[in-house]
């Protein structure tokens, strides 16, 4: 999976389309990522003790990794993410549009 936690993305399907968020948790076996402030469901919770009243709990739910573009830093526009080996070895992710990396 090429989007990795802490990525800036652009949702490009569904009913958040075109918000952007900061990538939270990859779930890599399912294919889902949580986007910051996206897909936000409801969670009702009981009380617990007495007196105490139940709540509305709002949390972002996952997106498939389809569904989440990258978003390119130099100029703020949806990008894919390539790789590219350094002299050193080492295996870096860079943007198609700027080539620079992510």
């Keep these: 999976m090429r989007i990795k936690k802490g990525d800036n993305v652009e949702i490009i399907a569904g009913k958040d389309k075109g918000k952007r968020g900061k990538v939270i948790r990859v ?3 399912n294919d889902q990522v949580v986007v ?3 897909n936000l469901r409801i969670k009702h919770t009981r009380p617990k003790r007495d007196g105490e009243k139940g709540q ?3 949390f972002p739910a996952a997106l498939h990794v389809s ?3 990258a978003i390119d ?3 703020s526009k949806r990008t894919r993410i ?4 350094l002299a050193d070895g080492k295996k870096i992710r860079i943007s198609k549009k ?3 990396e992510l």
């Design 27 to 29: 779930n890599a076996v």
């Design 82 to 85: 390539g790789y590219q080996c």
């Design 98 to 100: 700027s080539k620079q």
């Design 67 to 69: 569904n989440v573009m």
């Design 36 to 38: 910051e402030g996206a």
């Design 56 to 58: 509305r709990i709002e």
């Design 73 to 75: 830093p130099s100029s």
